[in-house]
């Protein structure tokens, strides 16, 4: 199900795209690099997100959805642009200055090589080194981890070894975005094949490797059959679980999902792993929601004051039981996708409370080539709940052990293991 199309007018974004939620700004640019947290499990979360993005396409531009305080008439981000490069000057810069001082908390410009590459990202692959960066305790910056077989890997990269220089730059001080743009490389750079020399410190060693950006993919869905053990129930009897791991809702995660539930063994339980989900493509979440209902709905959403909703396909398996695992990382699509399960009393949910983005953007193209991504409203779960800025509060809470209490929960639900 790739949910509705939209148009934004004359100044829109002449592509197709479902409706989508986006992951955090950081996350976005991340994305397209393969400097996102956590790795290669993590290139959809942009948020979209910046958490957070759509599919694209021929007819109209994409919804995102994310959190914001206000927001601001993209005529006004267009004309900024406009006028800019009537004079000479960045499009692209204008338009940000516009935005930045609107209040619109996650509204954000893209050029059109960082939008291209976002869009490659929601495919499942981006150009880059395959290592996440992160923010270390002492301020400086750390590979917070390596995709295995990438090219950072190969250089002997590790998680938690020090970056001190990119191309020579030193980067303590800057911020991780600024380093992630730094691996990515400009416009010459940012292709397969070409070379980043990484200065880095594990413990008191120094040294320098060149790794050479290559095209990845990613595999924003994994499973596997948790081993049968005595579950935690009266009777004492246990049975096996799928654990079906959704890292970020790029396109094809959704049928993933759906195929796994399909091809999982007769009684046995489900555990949907949500965490550190950043969002993705709403479509692809609303496919996901339809492997676990028989239609019926799953959010409404506003766009500039026009009520519209998504609906889940029929067919999906109602009789297994499901546990859904959440966490501060739970986010845009994800929340929508765990709103959903929870108000329509599908499955029982378990961790700690999601990150709260719900609010739905669309992108425009800018005189120039870049583009803005501006909010246009936002979306409720199916029992009317607004996610934005609260996130959704699990049935059940739990910070430590929450795989252990969601297989104990499971069990207790006729499934698990």
Not at 69 to 79: E, L, P
Not at 90 to 111: C, F, P
Not at 168 to 178: A, I, K, L, M, T
Not at 229 to 239: D, L
Request: hydrophobic residues 35%; neutral net charge; contains cysteine.
């Amino acid at each position: 199900m790739s949910g509705p199309l939209v148009r934004s007018g004359s100044r829109g974004l002449c592509r197709g795209a479902a409706l989508t939620l986006v992951f955090a700004s950081v996350l976005v640019t991340a994305a397209a690099t393969g400097s996102l947290p956590g790795g290669e499990a993590d290139p959809s979360a942009r948020g979209v997100t910046h958490g957070s993005g759509g599919p694209a396409g021929p007819d109209g531009p994409e919804l995102r959805s994310r959190s914001v305080s206000s927001t601001v008439d993209r005529d006004d981000v267009a004309d900024a642009a406009a006028e800019a490069v009537a004079d000479g000057k960045s499009g692209t810069e204008a338009a940000e200055e516009v935005v930045s001082r609107s209040g619109d908390r996650w509204g954000a410009v893209y050029d059109q090589r960082e939008y291209e590459e976002f869009e490659q990202a929601l495919d499942g692959s981006y150009t880059g080194v395959g290592l996440s960066a992160r923010r270390a305790a002492d301020g400086r910056v750390a590979v917070a981890g390596v995709r295995t077989g990438g090219p950072a890997d190969a250089a002997g990269v590790r998680g938690g070894d020090l970056i001190r220089t990119v191309d020579g730059r030193p980067v303590d001080g800057r911020p991780v975005s600024e380093v992630v743009a730094l691996l990515r490389g400009d416009d010459r750079d940012a292709v397969p094949g070409s070379a980043v020399v990484l200065g880095l410190q594990r413990g008191d060693r120094r040294w320098s490797v060149t790794p050479r950006r290559a095209r990845l993919s990613t595999e924003p869905v994994t499973v596997r059959r948790l081993a049968e053990r005595k579950a935690a129930t009266v009777s004492g009897a246990g049975t096996p679980a799928v654990l079906i791991k959704v890292g970020s809702f790029t396109r094809g995660a959704g049928a993933k999902v759906r195929d796994a539930v399909r091809e999982a063994p007769s009684g046995d339980g489900i555990l949907l792993d949500l965490r550190g989900n950043a969002g993705g493509l709403v479509g692809e979440a609303v496919t996901a929601a339809s492997a676990f209902l028989d239609g019926g709905l799953v959010a409404t959403y506003d766009v500039r004051g026009e009520q519209r909703a998504l609906y889940a396909d029929p067919g999906g398996d109602t009789d297994r039981p499901v546990v859904v695992l959440v966490d501060g990382g739970t986010m845009s699509a994800a929340e929508l996708l765990t709103g959903a399960l929870q108000d329509r009393g599908r499955a029982v949910t378990v961790g700690s409370r999601t990150f709260g983005k719900g609010s739905v953007q669309m992108p425009s193209k800018l005189p120039g080539g870049s583009v803005a991504e501006l909010t246009v409203g936002h979306y409720r779960t199916p029992g009317g709940r607004s996610v934005d800025e609260k996130g959704i509060t699990p049935d059940v809470t739990v910070t430590e052990g929450a795989q252990q209490r969601a297989e104990t929960v499971l069990s207790g639900l006729g499934g698990g293991s």
